[in-house]
């Protein structure tokens, strides 16, 4: 027997061995500028992605019922120039040419939504079941698998069945939960076999403070400081359900995965030796991913959240929290129902604090009692809100890794648009953008984060929500004008092959050499897409404009004020560039 003493000092050093081995992520350390040289784990998997309403386009093609999608983009002056995603990408009809693209950039897996209303038009499973649109997705799924890439599938990509929004007020409403249900129930039973990985829901933040607070998305509710968090609290409640139920029905037989994908953009404090700065940043993660995080793996809202809406709440002198409260039995039954993390990350922010007072009407911005801001010397090539910030992505990561006992993760969105209908093919922002984020998460899982999988955000252009066609996230440029809507690669395609087909970054000599190697493809394509192009621009015929020969369109806009500035092609990069540094 050893003795007391010895035995409490054998505990200790265990302690602190574990201890060390979680701390290993060093938080003050900055090593902004550094690239690392290496390569991923073997089988990690590299692939693109999509969602239904945002690249489907047939809308109202073989018996789809309407989404709150199609119903908001249809009402004018929802989206930019009034665009819709009625045809979009027209993927419905081109399952086959994707899939050689996807072939051709050696893609493992494709990750894809499922549109509730195209396989139930109503809404509701008993009522009918639409099997056209269940073949498209089987058809789409096995070809996928005839071509050795893995479909990694989202249930609910935001395009709820318009009927239901009608009936029931959509996630304001309780019912969601047991008819989402349903519908993913369905897709376990039709899909399964062939389907492994499972996303509940894509970035339910978007969908309740865009749908349901501010109203830039559909539904396109302003119920401020209300709406959003009721929203959230029945998509946590479905998502639980239907891991329960994959869980108790399925799992042994398809043997599958069920996770979320959560957006989340990383807060580092404007001052780091500032306490207040530091809490606030904190806020701003706890409530943009934690929100979601937190009871999925903890059972529970954080508790900084409860602190903050509780306490505005009762200033206003509401009887109960604007955040709603689980009961212990849902506490239980929400935690650990997560088998892998999604993450959707984009971009960063300084935080610090800010205090509101509640008496100036309350909102979920203001709960957090913060501001966000930006350095100016972060590039920014494409939405307004996108600034290229790698070194975010590398402690987002390292957060989850600490917060949520080190989840596996599957990253399923990260990318960079451009602000310009332009075409340009030769994307050396994108380049850039994805080596240097690709690298910050290579320095991530040698800190031990459990990553698994990375997803390009995304294959192709498309519908990008309220911004419509004006933002292009896309590693293939689609010339939207054609009716035929065709795709061509961008210098990125080669370069993700690049770091495909070497598994990450192998030594600066081949670096270097793929950019050249990436810019010799874009300019032939640039020529084939010239020689392609149709005579009109839809978007100097929308706003009026003169035609112009060029072939590039800067937009911007200051103070809500749009300008539309063509561009020589060959300007297209630098000019932007140039427009923002003036
Ligand atoms: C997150 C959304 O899930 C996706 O649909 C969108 O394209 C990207 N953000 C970029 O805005």
């Not at 009936?167 to 519908?183: E, H, I, P, T």
């Not at 904190?282 to 959240?305: H, K, S």
């Not at 955000?457 to 689609?478: I, N, P």
Request: charge should be neutral; include cysteine.
């Amino acid at each position: 027997m050893l003795p007391q003493s010895m035995l409490r000092t054998c505990h200790l050093l265990v302690l602190m061995l574990c201890v060390s081995a979680i701390e290993d992520f060093d938080w003050t350390k900055n090593d902004h500028g550094s690239f690392y040289y290496g390569v991923f784990p073997t089988g990690f998997s590299w692939g693109a992605g999509g969602s239904a309403y945002q690249t489907e386009g047939a809308w109202n093609v073989d018996g789809k019922g309407m989404s709150i999608w199609d119903a908001f983009a249809h009402k004018k002056g929802k989206i930019f120039l009034n665009d819709t995603g009625d045809f979009s990408c027209e993927g419905y009809h081109k399952v086959k040419d994707d899939i050689s693209l996807m072939k051709d950039m050696n893609l493992k897996h494709y990750r894809f939504s499922i549109s509730w209303p195209r396989i139930l038009p109503t809404g509701i499973k008993n009522e009918n079941i639409n099997e056209k649109g269940i073949r498209y997705y089987d058809d789409l799924i096995n070809k996928l698998l005839e071509n050795k890439i893995t479909p990694i599938v989202t249930l609910y990509h935001w395009d709820l069945p318009q009927i239901l929004e009608e009936k029931y007020r959509g996630w304001q409403n309780a019912s969601m939960v047991n008819l989402f249900n349903d519908f993913a129930n369905l897709c376990f039973e039709r899909f399964g076999n062939r389907v492994r990985h499972w996303i509940t829901f894509n970035n339910p933040w978007s969908i309740a403070v865009e749908g349901y607070e501010t109203g830039e998305h559909a539904p396109g509710l302003k119920l401020r400081g209300v709406g959003a968090y009721k929203a959230a609290h029945h998509i946590i409640k479905a998502h639980a359900k239907v891991w329960h139920t994959y869980d108790t029905q399925w799992r042994n037989k398809q043997k599958g995965l069920v996770g979320i994908s959560l957006s989340g953009d990383w807060g580092e404090p404007v001052d780091i030796s500032n306490q207040r700065d530091i809490e606030a940043a904190e806020r701003y993660v706890q409530f943009y991913m934690g929100w979601f995080a937190t009871p999925l793996f903890n059972g529970d809202y954080p508790q900084v959240m409860k602190d903050y809406i509780g306490r505005k709440s009762a200033q206003q002198g509401l009887g109960a929290s604007r955040l709603p409260v689980f009961t212990a039995q849902e506490k239980s039954y929400i935690r650990g129902t997560c088998d892998f993390l999604g993450i959707g990350h984009f971009t960063t922010r300084y935080i610090t604090q800010k205090n509101y007072p509640s008496g100036r009407g309350n909102s979920y911005f203001t709960d957090r009692d913060l501001a966000e801001l930006v350095d100016p010397r972060w590039p920014d090539p494409g939405s307004e809100w996108l600034y290229s910030v790698p070194w975010g992505f590398r402690r987002l990561l390292n957060f989850v890794k600490k917060q949520y006992g080190n989840p596996m993760i599957y990253v399923t969105e990260n990318g960079v648009s451009e602000k310009m209908m332009c075409t340009d093919l030769c994307d050396d922002w994108r380049m850039q953008y994805f080596k240097d984020y690709i690298n910050e998460m290579l320095k991530a899982i040698k800190d031990g984060v459990n990553i698994k999988a990375y997803t390009a955000w995304s294959l192709l252009d498309k519908f990008e929500w309220d911004e419509g066609y004006s933002e292009r996230f896309g590693l293939y440029y689609v010339d939207f004008r054609d009716k035929n809507k065709p795709r061509y690669p961008k210098a990125s395609v080669q370069y993700y092959k690049s770091i495909i087909s070497s598994n990450g970054f192998p030594n600066q000599r081949e670096l270097e050499s793929w950019k050249g190697k990436a810019i010799e493809t874009c300019s032939s394509s640039n020529q084939l897409l010239a020689a392609g192009k149709s005579n009109t621009s839809h978007y100097s015929e929308e706003l009026g404009g003169a035609k112009t020969k060029t072939n590039c369109y800067f937009i911007q806009s200051l103070t809500g004020i749009l300008f539309v500035l063509p561009l020589q092609l060959e300007d297209c990069p630098r000019k932007i560039r140039n427009l923002q540094e003036s």
